[in-house]
């Protein structure tokens, strides 16, 4: 049985997804409502309630030109300076707390041989996550709207790894990151939000990468919330400035959702592009960092 907080962000999803088809128009709030069956005042209501703004102030988040402005007059200041401080500065909070260590030679072969990982399913802002972890750390967050695929796709990636459906403390620490990058957006403006509250600790991700995958997603890291970088930005930035194919390739084989921030890297054109979990979630994502960056 899907939980009130799915249900509610389907139906955000599909306003979204009915926008992104019909901003050329400008649709009004009657025709977003009832493309998602739900009364204007209703809508009006949830979407303030979800995004933090109103789905008109939203929806100048979700035009193409919003990509292309924050490509041309973020990438040269904000991104380059968080990337030559090795921080992302006023704009990253969950970033900070977020270590990858890459599993041995060994595990990768193997198949995850010897690991025992725990499972289980959690809402986010933007969906039910499957979270997979081992006593290392996590291993895998991902969006899930089906449970038994979700499970399956696991053990695929670790077929000879036992499985345990437990929600344990790396899996629970991220979901309190994640929360707290929800919950207190206005954070994320103060440059103080560079040290960790002292409440929080340090998220250590156990991924299953080539030395070269590990180096991508430790790049998105430094990417702060509010801005884009491109795959041409990410190949400069590892001294790598012609693998821009072997990035886009990197960033797709992302195993952690969200923490990992791999729907902050577009198109050079301003265009969105493509995401593991969907097109739509990832403007929905996009748009919704945007609005409270800069709303």
């Known amino acids: 049985m899907k939980t009130q907080a799915q249900i509610d962000y389907q139906r955000i999803e599909r306003a979204i997804a009915f926008i992104t088809e019909n901003f050329a128009d400008q649709p009004s709030l009657g025709e977003i409502a009832a493309a998602v069956h739900v009364s204007p005042f209703h809508f009006q ?3 303030s309630k979800w995004a933090g703004v109103s789905p008109k102030q939203f929806m100048r988040f979700l ?16 991104l380059d300076a968080a990337f030559d401080a090795g921080l992302s500065g006023a704009g990253r909070l969950h970033d900070l707390f977020v270590t990858i260590e890459g599993m041995t030679p060994g595990q990768f072969k193997q198949g995850g041989s010897g690991l025992a990982i725990n499972y289980s399913y959690a809402d986010t802002l ?9 006593p290392t750390g996590l291993c895998h967050m991902a969006f899930e709207d089906a449970p038994d695929k979700g499970i399956a796709t ?28 929800w919950q207190h957006p206005s954070e994320h403006r103060s440059a103080e939000c560079e040290k960790p509250p002292a409440s929080k600790k340090t998220i250590r991700l156990h991924l299953n990468g080539s030395a070269f995958q590990l180096k991508i997603w430790e790049a998105l890291l430094k ?15 590892i001294d790598a400035p012609h693998s821009a194919r072997a990035v886009g390739t990197a960033i797709a084989r ?11 890297v577009i198109r050079k054109t301003g265009n969105i592009g493509g995401y593991m979990w969907g097109p739509n979630r990832k403007q929905a994502i996009i748009a919704w960092e945007a609005s409270q960056y800069y709303g």
């Open 45 to 47: 209501r949830l979407f």
């Open 63 to 78: 035009a193409l030109e919003h990509a292309k402005d924050a490509i041309r007059n973020h990438q040269a200041t904000i």
């Open 126 to 134: 933007f969906g039910p996550v499957l979270l997979g972890a081992t």
């Open 154 to 181: 696991l053990r695929q990636k670790f077929p000879n790894a036992s499985f345990i459906k437990m929600f344990d403390k790396h899996q629970a620490d991220a979901i309190a990151i994640l929360n707290h990058h």
């Open 223 to 237: 990417i702060p919330m509010g801005s884009l970088a491109t795959y041409g930005d990410i190949a400069t930035r």
């Open 254 to 264: 992302n195993p952690i959702a969200l923490l990992i921030p791999c729907h902050r």
